[in-house]
């Protein structure tokens, strides 16, 4: 600003020229320097008739001095010290806007300079509290962990009892066909002998031994294999068995687990089958004694059509007709096949076998 405002009009054409081109170069980096401040590029497009006017009053003074002399071109000072004092103050106001920007710069530097202190005292009190926090959650992992264990011990201890205490035999076998492990149940259920049931016994050893004493009630280890290839993972299979010597009936439900094992579980169904029996032998007295009704039904209809023409005929015959003593008995015999008819129905129906009248007043 200082260079622009001390140009001198009364210098020779040559210094004159570098003086309007180093104002022109100035005013074009003062719009740079300002390029993100709209207010400041407004001053410099105010500035810019300013500097023109000035360069055309220092041309004619320039002029005025060369024609006429050093007076006349004096003359014109008024007029160049009005632009001056105009452009100093625009430039003034641009020094000053631009001052007061860095003063706030400063501020924002300081106020910058400060949040970072109070940022890195921050950060050094959460990195404390970090690793305290970090210390307290770690301990309190181990605490977790350790209830975690307490809570697997007691599950497992629970669910060894629940296997225990089922009426169902489990054994679990390993990919090679050994026992890992079992209940009591499963022992008693397939009638193994004690000592021989251990952890590593293999699955066809206890097929043989069943097949020896009490003949053949398990799959044989090919079976399990064709099973395995064919079935997929997850999927139970599911076969009964009696065995004869004590007609004692059995389910067994083999399912693979993921590590290539299976579970055998074996249950006593013999109650279950008996049931189901009786079941059966009940449905089928009910299907007959729904056929019994059906057809009583049918000759208490017939016996009706037999009596009523039997009634009509007698009363077309005479007192004395010897055919009117064979028509009562004949409506005697069809009344006593209509009561036995009543009792058929009232079996099949599960009615009151001897109505009796009752007074419902009295009552």
């Known amino acids: 600003c200082a260079r622009v405002t001390m140009a001198f009009p009364v210098e020779p054409d040559g210094k004159n020229g570098k003086e309007r081109t180093d104002v022109a170069l100035l005013q074009g980096e003062l719009r740079r320097l300002t390029a993100d401040n709209s207010a400041q590029q407004d001053r410099l497009r105010e500035l810019a008739p300013l500097f023109r006017r000035q360069q055309e009053a220092m041309d004619r003074a320039i002029q005025l001095r060369r024609d006429v002399g050093l007076g006349a071109a004096l003359s014109a000072m008024p007029l160049r010290r009005d632009l001056f004092r105009q452009i100093e103050s625009g430039l003034s106001g641009v020094a000053g806007e631009e001052q007061r920007l860095l003063e706030l710069r400063r501020q924002w530097a300081d106020r910058a300079e400060l949040l970072a202190r109070w940022l890195a005292v921050g950060g050094s009190i959460l ?46 076998f390993d990919e090679t066909g050994a026992l890992m492990r079992w209940n009591d149940c499963f022992v008693a259920l397939l009638s193994l002998p004690g000592p021989m049931v251990h952890r590593g016994i293999r699955y066809e ?85 729904q056929l019994t009704g059906g057809i009583a039904h049918d000759f208490n209809n017939l016996l009706t059509v037999v009596m009523a023409n039997l009634e009509l005929a007698k009363s077309r015959l005479p007192v004395d007709s010897d055919a009117g003593a064979r028509i009562e008995r004949a409506l ?20 009151t076998l001897m109505p009796v009248p009752i007074d419902l007043s009295a009552m």
């Open 205 to 289: 050893a206890i097929v043989e031994q069943l097949a020896a004493d009490r003949g053949s009630q398990l799959e044989t280890m090919e079976q399990i294999r064709h099973h395995r290839s064919a079935k997929t993972l997850g999927e139970p299979i599911v076969y009964e068995h009696t065995r004869q010597v004590d007609d004692r009936s059995f389910e067994l439900r083999r399912t693979f687990m993921p590590n290539g094992g299976f579970v055998l579980t074996v249950s006593d169904i013999t109650e279950r089958v008996r049931a189901e029996v009786t079941a059966r032998d009940a449905q089928r007295l009910q299907a007959m004694g």
């Open 332 to 351: 005697w015999g069809a009344n006593r096949g209509a009561a036995l008819t009543q009792q058929l129905l009232a079996f099949a129906r599960k009615q």
């Open 127 to 172: 990195a404390v509290a970090l690793f305290a926090l970090s210390g307290w959650l770690l301990a309190q992992s181990r605490r977790l962990l350790l209830l975690s264990e307490d809570e697997q011990r007691t599950l497992a201890t629970q669910m060894r009892t629940a296997i225990e205490s089922i009426n169902q035999g489990i054994g679990v």
